[in-house]
């Protein structure tokens, strides 16, 4: 079983759509989480970085942490055709070792 | 400006062949990282350097040697290629807190696609 889960899709909306990306985590060492998103070809770009359980917004977008259910979202409101990409949720281990761990990504495809 | 270039961006090359990927960052950051994303788009973490020091050592095997000859750079050595080290290999550096935990996220380079034949 892999340390972060991720559906790996493909999800596909319309435009103008919200969409809801999840993840969910096995570990309690982990206490960092981001969201990435990466077009084909490109390298992740960060979206959002968070630590504490509740919400975050930035602009279209909203990350939400609830740690007692180790499960992770990232919204995205009013989708566009150019918010079509993968999105990487990623999350650090508070031990040791300190590593990024990723999930498998998930694709977004918004239809316009 | 880029923030973490690496170089080249496509690699061609026969099995058991040497070659380097080189990646510089200009942010100051303290940490440099190489992963790996295989086919499927998994993101795997090979090895982390902070301040020129190997502090994250995956199981990789030892055809794949890391060198940092300065914090702003970090290199990837890979002897004897292999079929199955086809990739993409990505670069990041990030701000450590002084704990391990950054303060940001990590910030990646546009990868170098790695094509053994």
């Known amino acids: 079983q892999k340390e972060v889960e991720q559906d790996p899709g493909p999800l596909s909306v319309p435009e103008g759509a919200i969409v809801s990306l999840n993840c969910t985590y096995s570990?309690?060492?982990?206490?960092?989480f981001m969201w990435y998103r990466q077009y084909s070809r490109k390298g992740p770009e960060l979206l959002m970085y968070?630590?504490?359980?509740g919400n975050k917004e930035d602009g279209r977008f909203t990350a939400q942490v609830d740690k007692s259910s180790k499960y992770i979202s990232l919204f995205i409101r009013d989708s566009q055709p150019s918010d079509s990409a993968t999105y990487l949720c990623?999350?650090?281990?508070?031990?040791?070792?300190?590593?990024?761990?990723f999930g498998s990504g998930t694709r977004l495809l918004v239809r316009p | 400006d880029t923030a973490v270039s690496q170089t080249p961006k496509y690699l061609v090359t026969q099995m058991g062949n040497d070659k380097s990927i080189k990646c510089e960052q200009n942010l100051g950051h303290d940490t440099m990282y190489w992963y790996k994303q295989d086919s499927k788009k998994f993101l795997k973490i090979m090895f982390s350097?902070?301040?020129?020091?190997?502090?994250i050592n995956e199981t990789v095997p030892n055809r794949f040697s890391p060198k940092s000859p300065d914090k702003a750079h970090l290199n990837l050595h890979i002897n004897s290629l292999e079929l199955g080290d086809s990739a993409v290999y990505f670069c990041?550096?990030?701000?450590?807190?002084?704990?391990?935990?950054?303060?940001?996220?990590?910030?990646f380079g546009s990868g170098t696609r790695l094509t053994v034949v």
């Open positions: 350097y902070n301040n020129k020091e190997l502090i």
């Open positions: 990623a999350m650090i281990r508070m031990d040791s070792s300190y590593k990024l761990i």
């Open positions: 990041a550096s990030s701000q450590d807190k002084g704990q391990g935990a950054p303060s940001y996220g990590y910030t």
């Open positions: 968070t630590y504490s359980s």
């Open positions: 570990n309690s060492a982990f206490q960092y």
